[in-house]
């Protein structure tokens, strides 16, 4: 058993001492003194039973600085321990409250001054905005409390130990303790005091809390205030200078609501924000107030009386080199992307941000579900048993999480749902939590996925259901059960808003079909849309023995249990950049919809509240991706949900080349968020001339031959190619296999919408079972014609009677060499296939090949269920820009529906390819690596991919889709490659 100078690591308590209630985050023109800086620090492998440390004498000299904020195991390199990465499971033994005597600690120590003129000071409060997990506080060797609860706010009364001049706090922090077992999320553990350290005197007659509860109704607002303070506070003075308001209470019994006349509404896209200041002769509090109202009428959600869709993310504070240490300029920079991307919504997973971030949300705008700090998902392995969410022992400790959670954030317009947590069974203590929410803030729902019953929360919430299941949800009368429900409770849950916490899981290349939920949120208006995970990949910066930086992810680190690199699971990779995925989420979400018809484009405001009067209408012409006319279209403003009609411009139609109109919406003035000019919708119309495919040219006079001869450009040794427009060319090889996605490797145990993938069994396996990353080749036969050759090849893998038959044609056409592949499968595949594809491997040379242009789909890789956000143009790419830098390498870089396709090195033309589409007018998409996808496959992290100067060309008849697996539901039928016959058709020239 722990010493009982140590037994507090496992009480179950929140905190102890001097501990004060939890109030607003309020920007106070009281005198404070920031603590943050270097601190002395030492770290223990397990908690000291000596408190020595804490004495003002106490020599530390001899321990190193610490940078206060900061994770401890991010410092140093390694000196202080690595990071944790898990999911679910728990890095230490599930016995609670007790957590491992191995319990790395740190002890922190800082000298501050005090100024003499704090003496007239009411109070002295020390304020910790974030600690993981437990800490216990000593000021001037005096034992001031303890609090736990990692992103939350604890506030202690230091008056009676504090002095005039040189003062020292002590901090012991332990990086297990028993709310450990209530901070189970999905990410990083990372001990330490991560957030900022203030020392605030408050004054005499000060406002101890404010809570300025607005609302908004046909242009008035209405101001409902709630203060906190002292008899001697009064007179009280709000002041709202833009609308003229200056009300004065006498005495707290004074304070009545207010209405105010000719007040703009706050909403996510036009964020309003008012300057408001609440004084007392003592103290000054400034807000930034926004009137709007939530309710929530049968099964509508709504803000300000209209239906809100969510078109949201779940966003942790993350950074590679920071961790959870909160920086203003890059969450600043964070949210705007989100804008620039047409996010409106984050739900703060899970637990509260920094409260500066929710500032920024407001002042940006941002619709925000601000989630609770608890999740207690490692207890889902066990059946739940033991789970503190129903132990009367916690209940303490989660109201006291949720009561700081709403306290200080409580003034945010932006915040429109309080969320209890997620992923902690269900049980007695959220019920209670609830309840409590209920009873403080009577103007925002509660949330809480886990609660499929619907006992105690007001709208319904799942994770990762699939199109068929949310369609369902979202269709009246229909009877398909609700998981975790009785027919009944089913029942009552139809009847309130839905939303998707957690969809299209953003794990590597994908997610797919994020516009199937797009398209059931327009047709079942109980459906709110909901929030992609996740937005941000969780990559800590790491170095190689050699130096090279990578970004790490759990094992990297020697964690003893860990998740892989399923914290690599955002739309923007860890250095900021935005993944094709965050392209295809614009795209698909896009406020305003483009309808063409004959003549006209119908244009439809999908915006909340915004109307068209900040946008520009864009169109221009293409022929074969070359700009031939352009301008703007004259529309009137559209207002919130309406629809124009306006006619096309004139668009002249090429002969002989394929004819695009693009039109585009773009801002019509710079934001803060985004430049003028700035594209936020956008749709094509393809009014190409129709041009007949040129017929396949059929050789009759075929004869037995070695295969060794030059056609054209071409030159080939026993059948197979050897060289092409001079340069040694290796193929066309049968390729089957794809480096495995993050969503190919995901095995659900539950396959709803694919009857070709297996549930428990990832496609990956199964690929790899069938031997479709080592498939070796039989020469069947090759023959010539006059100026032709062909060869019949049988495809297999070792061990494995299932084949594929290819027949590959050459024949000269003119001037071009055509290539015409016909790939049938034997009988008794019974798996999805990764692609269908010929291969051709350009070894190193004089001048490899470093790049392409094409005309086709573009710019970014696309797939069959990611295709919204491509458009046909024509593009060009270094060969390193084609690919994406995924944690984990695996398949990317595939751009769909090519016509024309050339190779360069260093500018030049290397080889021009057409590429004919079959007869059903499929076009084929290509990929150019400098690897192979076997090659891929192999490689961990990036750095583990060998150096080459090589080039890997695949031309894909058709590849499989990219679903969202990895934690949700497999491609969706249509998308699905299953073992079909296809035919690839090109036309090759030198460059």
């Not at 908004?216 to 200078?241: C, K, N, Q, S, W």
């Not at 090949?849 to 890789?861: K, M, S, Y």
């Amino acid at each position: 058993m722990p010493s009982h100078r140590t037994a507090y690591v496992s009480d179950t308590a929140p905190g102890r001492g001097a501990l004060r209630a939890a109030r607003s985050w309020l920007h106070s023109d009281a005198p404070s003194l920031s603590l943050n800086g270097s601190w002395r620090f030492r770290l223990s492998p397990t908690a000291p039973v000596t408190e020595d440390f804490a004495a003002e004498g106490f020599d530390d000299s001899g321990w190193n600085g610490m940078p206060v904020p900061a994770h401890w195991v991010l410092q140093g390199d390694g000196a202080y321990g690595r990071p944790i990465y898990t999911n679910v499971q728990y890095p230490f033994p599930i016995d609670p409250p007790y957590v491992p005597d191995d319990n790395p600690t740190g002890d922190y120590r800082r000298h501050f001054d005090v100024p003499a003129d704090w003496s007239d000071a009411e109070r002295v409060v020390l304020r910790f905005d974030g600690v993981e997990s437990l800490f216990k506080v000593w000021v001037n060797g005096d034992e001031i409390g303890s609090a736990s609860g990692s992103r939350l706010a604890h506030e202690f009364d230091v008056t009676s130990s504090v002095r005039p001049g040189d003062n020292v706090v002590a901090v012991r922090v332990h990086q297990w303790s028993a709310a450990s077992y209530l901070e189970d999320q999905d990410q990083w553990w990372l001990p330490g005091i991560f957030r900022d350290v203030t020392l605030i005197a408050r004054p005499a007659g000060g406002i101890e809390d404010l809570w300025l509860r607005t609302g908004f109704d046909d242009g008035f607002g209405r101001i409902d205030t709630e203060i906190t303070a002292g008899p001697d506070a009064f007179p009280v003075t709000l002041r709202i200078p833009e609308l003229g308001v200056e009300q004065v209470w006498a005495t707290a019994a004074d304070v009545a609501p207010l209405e105010v006349g000719g007040v703009e509404p706050w909403s996510a896209e036009q964020p309003r924000l008012y300057d408001v200041t609440v004084s007392t002769a003592a103290e000054s509090i400034a807000l930034r107030a926004g009137f709007r109202t939530v309710k929530i009428r049968g099964d509508r959600f709504l803000v300000n009386g209209r239906r809100v869709v969510f078109h949201g993310m779940n966003r942790h504070e993350t950074h590679p080199e920071r961790g959870r240490v909160f920086d203003e300029e890059h969450a600043r920079e964070d949210l705007a992307r989100m804008k620039r991307f047409n996010v409106n919504a984050i739900r703060t997973s899970h637990y509260p941000p920094h409260p500066r971030l929710l500032d920024l949300a407001d002042e940006l705008g941002f619709w925000v579900i601000l989630e609770c700090d608890l999740e207690t998902h490692g207890f889902g392995d066990l059946d739940w048993a033991g789970n503190p969410s129903d132990d009367p022992a916690w209940r303490e400790a989660y109201l006291d999480r949720v009561q700081r959670t709403v306290e200080r954030d409580k003034n945010h317009p932006s915040i429109v749902i309080w969320s209890l947590g997620n992923e902690a069974g269900t049980g007695a203590n959220l019920a209670a939590m609830s309840a409590w929410v209920h009873a403080r803030d009577t103007g925002r729902p509660v949330h809480y996925e886990g609660d499929y019953a619907g006992e105690y929360t007001d709208v319904y919430s799942r994770m990762y259901a699939s199109v068929l299941e949310t369609e369902q949800i979202g269709t009246d009368g229909s009877r398909a059960p609700l998981m975790g429900c009785t027919p009944a409770q089913g029942a009552r849950q139809r009847t309130k808003p839905f939303l998707l916490c957690e969809y299209v899981h953003a794990m590597g290349n994908g997610p797919g079909a994020i516009d199937q939920y797009e398209a059931l949120v327009h047709e079942h208006p109980r459906l709110h849309g909901g929030f992609v995970w996740e937005w941000r990949d969780h990559g800590i910066l790491a170095t190689t023995p050699d130096g090279t930086p990578y970004y790490a992810y759990g094992g990297d680190f020697g964690e003893v249990v860990h998740d892989g690199n399923f914290v690599m699971d955002g739309m923007v990779l860890s250095d900021d950049v935005p993944t094709p995925s965050l392209h295809e989420f614009k795209a698909v979400v896009q406020p305003v919809r483009f309808a063409f018809d004959g003549d006209e484009v119908a244009i439809t405001n999908l915006r909340h509240s915004a109307d068209t009067s900040d946008l520009r209408f864009r169109w221009r012409v293409e022929h074969d991706g070359t700009l031939v006319d352009s301008g703007e279209l004259e529309v009137p403003v559209v207002a919130a949900g309406e629809s124009a009609r306006v006619p096309l411009p004139r668009i002249p139609v090429a002969r002989d080349s394929e004819t695009w109109l693009t039109v585009d919406a773009v801002l019509a003035a710079g934001t803060a968020w985004a430049g003028e000019g700035h594209v936020i919708a956008t749709a094509q119309l393809d009014r190409s001339a129709r041009r007949p495919v040129p017929a396949v040219r059929r050789e009759t006079d075929w004869r037995p031959n070695d295969g060794t001869l030059t056609l054209g450009i071409a030159e080939f040794a026993g059948g197979s190619l050897v060289r092409l427009a001079g340069r040694d060319v290796a193929g066309p090889r049968l390729e089957l296999f794809r480096a495995p996605t993050d969503n190919d490797e995901g095995a659900t145990d539950e396959v709803k919408e694919s009857d070709a993938s297996v549930p428990g069994v990832s496609n990956a396996e199964l690929w790899r079972r069938l031997g479709l990353d080592r498939l070796t080749t039989r020469l069947l036969s090759v023959e010539r014609a006059a100026a032709a050759l062909r060869t019949i090849s049988k495809v297999s893998a070792a061990n494995s009677a299932l084949s594929v038959i290819v027949e590959s044609v050459w024949s000269l056409v003119g001037d071009e060499l055509e290539l015409r592949v016909e790939i049938e499968p034997s009988r008794g595949w019974l798996t999805v296939w990764p692609r269908i594809g010929i291969r051709f491997d350009l070894p190193d040379g004089a001048a490899p090949v470093d790049g392409a242009e094409w005309f086709g789909l573009g710019p970014l890789e696309s797939y069959p269920d990611s295709l919204r956000a491509a458009r046909t143009g024509r593009f060009s790419a270094t060969i390193r820009d084609l690919s994406v830098d995924y944690a984990r390498p695996q398949e990317t870089g595939h751009r769909s529906q090519v016509r024309e396709l050339t190779l360069t090195s260093t500018g030049a033309e290397v080889l021009r390819i057409t590429a004919l589409p079959d007869t059903h007018g499929r076009r084929p998409g290509f990929t150019l690596s400098r690897h192979t996808p076997q090659q891929i496959a192999r490689a961990g992290h990036p750095f583990e991919l060998p150096d080459s100067a090589a080039s890997h060309l695949i031309v894909d008849a058709a590849q499989h889709g990219l679903g969202s697996r990895a934690c949700g539901p497999d491609v969706w039928p249509e998308f699905a490659l299953r073992p079909e016959a296809r035919t690839i058709r090109l036309r090759i020239a030198a460059g």
